[in-house]
């Protein structure tokens, strides 16, 4: 029997055990909470995954090391170095593959679809600190891949979306968006991206490169007003952050100071190609109503 180690305990790690288990595969999973779904195939560890040495305890004798962690937003800089040495340390020691999940912040402002392929070209302290983990990664020798999620939507997903948009949209409330209104962006579901980090750790072609998670493209005015129609929610109200607000909004949580960096050019849609994991690890985005479909019947 197949045994694996997740570090994080999120929508994202969550999905991905379950998928793992129902295979009849072993899962632990590893946080600081020792939180995770209920399975009789998955182990839940509550330990600090920067402490390599208890790390590589846990990991010892898994097929697969993933990590889904992610320090507090504000934080990246300074501390996602550390939890990614930890990380691949934990990988190296015991032979696991290791299959990280990532995002898109790496590439930096682009003009065109995203592909995996592109140079991450970032020069923010977010878009630098993601692209050393992978670099660092795909220089050590270790057997691994990345998984690039672009912003997630769905039930259970933590996001600005998710956040900002679906509960005022489901309560029939004004929506204030740190993103612009009608410009085309894409979106990553959580069932989708469990998927593809599977599909990538059971494939060989995966490893030593990137791969992107299926996403839907549309704005978020639209999005907003499909999640309303499945809902029988009022056509929802929403409004543009401008950058004066993120920077008095900011005086309030670090959180906010963090999102300038990581807004679009405006005007300029955000678009990814995921046509290589759809022809090579078999991933298709599920259509948008069936993720929505998923929120409202929650």
């Known amino acids: 029997m197949k045994s694996h180690v997740i570090v994080g305990r999120g929508a994202a790690a969550s999905r991905t055990a379950l998928l793992l288990a129902e295979d009849g595969e072993r899962v632990r999973m590893i946080s600081r909470t020792g939180g995770g779904p209920e399975h009789p195939l998955v182990d839940k560890v509550a330990a600090d995954a920067t402490d390599t040495d208890r790390l590589t305890e846990l990991t010892e004798g898994a097929d697969t090391l993933f990590t889904t962690a992610a320090p507090p937003y504000h934080r990246w800089p300074e501390q996602f170095p550390v939890l990614s040495a930890s990380l691949l340390g934990a990988a190296?020691?015991?032979?696991?593959?290791?299959?990280?999940?990532?995002?898109?912040?790496?590439?930096?402002p682009v003009s065109e679809p995203i592909r995996p392929d592109f140079p991450l070209s970032a020069t923010g302290p977010k878009g630098r600190a993601r692209a050393r983990i992978w670099e660092e990664a795909a220089a050590s020798g270790v057997k691994v891949t990345e998984v690039r999620a672009a912003q997630f939507y769905g039930a259970d997903a933590f996001s600005v979306f998710s956040l900002m948009v679906q509960r005022h949209v489901l309560e029939g409330?004004?929506?204030?968006?740190?993103?612009?209104?009608d410009v085309p962006h894409s979106y990553s579901a959580i069932g989708d991206t469990a998927r593809?980090?599977?599909?990538?750790?059971?494939?060989?072609?995966?490893?030593?490169?990137?791969?992107?998670?299926?996403?839907?493209?549309?704005?978020?005015r639209e999005l907003a007003g499909r999640l309303a129609g499945l809902a029988g929610a009022p056509e929802p109200r929403m409004e543009e952050l401008t950058e004066r607000d993120l920077t008095m909004l900011a005086f309030t949580d670090p959180f906010w100071a963090e999102m300038h960096e990581v807004l679009t050019e405006p005007g300029r849609p955000f678009v990814v190609d995921f046509s290589e994991t759809e022809k090579v690890l078999g991933v298709s985005a599920t259509p948008v109503d069936?993720?929505?479909?998923?929120?409202?019947s929650r």
Not at 92 to 106: D, E
Not at 173 to 181: D, I, M, T
Request: aromatic letters at 8%.
């Open 92 to 108: 190296r020691r015991t032979g696991a593959a290791y299959v990280m999940l990532g995002n898109l912040y790496a590439y930096g």
């Open 290 to 296: 069936d993720v929505l479909g998923e929120v409202v």
């Open 173 to 181: 409330r004004l929506a204030l968006v740190p993103q612009e209104l």
């Open 196 to 220: 593809t980090l599977v599909a990538a750790s059971r494939n060989e072609q995966a490893y030593g490169r990137a791969w992107h998670v299926p996403t839907s493209t549309l704005s978020v």
